[in-house]
Every structure is written in C-alpha cells, then in structure tokens.
T-cell receptor, first 116, second 114 residues
Framework: SAVISQKPSRDICQRGTSLTIQCQVD?????MFWYRQQPGQSLTLIAT?????????ESGFVIDKFPISRPNLTFSTLTVSNMSPEDSSIYLC?????????????FGPGTRLTVL | AQSVSQHNHHVILSEAASLELGCNYS??????LFWYVQYPGQHLQLLLK??????LVKGIKGFEAEFIKSKFSFNLRKPSVQWSDTAEYFC????????????FGSGTRLQVQP
C-alpha cells in the first residue's frame, strides 16, 4: 500500500480567491489522479497527472480553473482558481500503485473546501 | 466510455441482517471492478477488487462480491452486517488496457441500526 498525505485537510475560502492543495506520497509513482467529491455525490475525476507531462483534464474541467503541477514522482498540487461556492467539495488525490494493468488506486484523506 | 450504476442510494438495515448492494457497469471490453468504503469522517478504503479469475471475490471485514459478466454486475454482499458497517459504499471500474482512472458509481449510504 501507499501512504498519501494532503494539505490542507480543510479550508474555508472567500469567493474569487485561489487555493493550492498539496499531495505528498511516500513512494515514487508515475500516475496520479485528482478527484472531486461534491456534497452528497460520488467522486468525479478532474485530471490525470503524470510526472514529466502536462495533466490530462476530463470533460468539464480546464487547466485555467484547476492548474496542476507534478514536479516529481512523489508530489503534486492542484489549484482551485477564482473560487465560487460551487467549488465547495472534497478534493482527493489518488495514485496508481505500480505499473501493472491490474493495480489498484489508493486515495488520500481529502481536502474539504468550503467557499463562502 | 464506461459508466457505473448503483441503484440503492440509501439502505437501512438492522444488525445481523444480510446485505446486498447492486452495481452495474456499462463497457464492452475488459474491466477491473472495485468496491470502496468511506466510513464517516474517514477517507476511501478499498474493500475488494476483481481483475480476473474466480468471479467470487472476498474482501476485508467479511465482504464479498460476485462478478457476473453476462449481467454486467458486481454486487457487494455481506451475510450479517454490524453497526460498524455504517458507511458510504462506492462501486468503481477501470479498463484494462485503457483508462486507468476510476469511474465511480453514485454511492450507497448504508445505515445499520443496533
């Protein structure tokens, strides 16, 4: 298994500001993912972040709103830009352990964001 | 693209009752299937997974799931639930080869009454 930590664990932000969420992993991983879990809903993939390449965003998510960095194999950040109350969610980073096609994903504890 | 359906949104059971949560997916190729659990205030944890082989898989805490390919289903079962099983349960799928990110179902909130 892998140990994933996220900072901050929660935050309350004002509309129009930005927040950067950090994800730290205790081992080197190639593929990381960022998900969003809106209140009372399931998880939705925001983007896939591979080290050494640009993040790949899902439909409905754009780089200007959710810029992602992946400077090395153990770290990634997700920024939620120009926030609005609709961005209030739990944001989770996830990694794919190993390189086999049948490996599993591990999830971080999440960052609970409230936008006023 | 694949999708996942969980038809039970909220299930209330008494302790010792049997549990079955439905999960259906749509995808024409090879899939990997997962059940995750999210206990109140905690992060997602993997309950069990299916990649290939025996379609009946056993996970942690007495849970099991059966992959029925002809029905595109991966239902989660437990013969006797406990109060501590109160949680949100998510079915998820990815494809192999192909999309490694998980596609999640909408989740089922299980409430076990003592």
């Amino acid at each position: 298994s892998a140990v994933i930590s996220q900072k901050p664990s929660r935050d309350i932000c004002q509309r129009g500001t930005s927040l950067t969420i950090q994800c730290q992993v205790d081992s080197q991983v190639t593929m990381m993912f960022w998900y969003r879990q809106q209140p009372g809903q399931s998880l939705t993939l925001i983007a896939t972040a591979n080290q050494g390449s640009e993040a790949t965003y899902e439909s409905g998510f754009v780089i200007d709103k959710f810029p992602i960095s992946r400077p090395n194999l153990t770290f990634s950040t997700l920024t939620v830009s120009n926030m609005s109350p609709e961005d209030s969610s739990i944001y989770l980073c996830s990694l794919l352990a190993g390189d086999r096609s049948y490996n599993e994903q591990f999830f971080g504890p999440g960052t609970r964001l409230t936008v006023l | 693209a694949q999708s996942v359906s969980q038809h039970n949104h909220h299930v209330i059971l008494s302790e010792a009752a049997s549990l079955e949560l439905g999960c259906n997916y749509s995808y024409g190729g090879t899939v990997n299937l997962f059940w995750y659990v999210q206990y109140p205030g905690q992060h997602l944890q993997l309950l069990l997974k299916y990649f290939s082989g025996d379609p009946l898989v056993k996970g942690i805490k007495g849970f099991e799931a059966e992959f029925i390919k002809s029905k595109f289903s991966f239902n989660l079962r437990k013969p006797s639930v406990q109060w501590s099983d109160t949680a949100e349960y998510f079915c998820a799928v990815n494809t192999s080869p192909g999309r490694r990110a998980l596609t999640f179902g909408s989740g089922t909130r299980l409430q076990v009454q003592p």
